[in-house]
């Protein structure tokens, strides 16, 4: 069985490259976008298991990509981890009730995402 495929999305080219680079030190498959509308293509192309989305991003942001998978018959199965800087509740209740499955609040320990993901769609075989 192949590594499930994960996307990763973040317009920070270091926060998507080094989230890319331990994702793929874990075992998983990863696929990165720089903004929402990358991402969407991406997931459309590629069916991920999971995304792990940033907030604020340019064209769409995290929250406008949860929303467009969740409504999609076809996508809402995929996963989704947003990750964000921005930790008032209303801005995490807003992520969760858009469809997000988790939210995590930068910065984050990258071991406590690749748990998170685990927990979401399994380890790598």
Known sequence: MSEPLILCADDDEDILAL???RLGRAGYGVV???????????IHERHPALAVLDVMMPRKSGLD??????????????KVILLSARVQD??????LEAG??????????????????????????
Do not use: C, M, N, W
């Open 19 to 21: 989230v890319a680079l």
């Open 32 to 42: 990165t976008a720089a903004d929402g509308d990358a991402a969407l293509a991406a």
């Open 65 to 78: 990509v949860v929303r467009e998978l969740k409504s999609d018959t076809e996508l809402e199965d995929v």
């Open 90 to 95: 209303a801005d995490i209740q807003r992520g």
């Open 100 to 125: 997000a499955d988790a939210y995590l609040i930068k910065p984050f320990k990258f071991d406590e995402l690749v748990e998170l993901i685990a927990g979401l769609i399994g380890e790598p075989s």
